[in-house]
C-alpha cells in the first residue's frame, strides 16, 4: 500500500499561482509513475500533469505551458506548479502513483480560483 496526502490548495485570484504537494509514505518505489489529476463535480476526473520514474512528463492540453510537475524522490514528493490560475481549474485536484499493479489516490485538496 502507498499513502499520499496532498496539501497547497486553496483560494487564488485569477492570473494568480499555486503550488501543490503530495508526500508519498508505505511502499514506494522511485521507479513508480506520479501525477496529478482535478475533478469538478458531474465530471470525470482529469489528467492534468504526470512524470514517469525516469523523469518523464506529460501534461494535458488545457495546462500545458501554465504548469510544472517535478518529483524530488528523495522525499518521496511530487510537486505541481501552476500559474497564470483561470476560473476553469477550480477543481478538487487530487495525487496519484501508479504502483506495479494497483494505482494509489490522496485525498485531494481544492484549488479554487476566484476574485
Known amino acids: 500500500q502507498v499513502q499520499l496526502v496532498e496539501s497547497g490548495g486553496g483560494l487564488v485570484q485569477p492570473g494568480g499561482s499555486l503550488r501543490l504537494s503530495c508526500v508519498a509514505s508505505g511502499n514506494f518505489f522511485i521507479h513508480y509513475s506520479m501525477g496529478w489529476y482535478r475533478q469538478v463535480p458531474g465530471k470525470q476526473r482529469e489528467l492534468v500533469a504526470q512524470?514517469?520514474?525516469?523523469?518523464?512528463?506529460n501534461y494535458s492540453d488545457s495546462m500545458k505551458g501554465r504548469c510544472a510537475i517535478s518529483r524530488d524522490d528523495t522525499k518521496r514528493t511530487v510537486y505541481l506548479q501552476m500559474s497564470s490560475l483561470k476560473p476553469e481549474d477550480t477543481a478538487v485536484y487530487y495525487c496519484n502513483v501508479r504502483g506495479t499493479v494497483l494505482s494509489y489516490w490522496g485525498q485531494g485538496t481544492q484549488v479554487t480560483v476566484s476574485s
Open positions: 512524470v514517469s520514474g525516469g523523469g518523464t512528463t
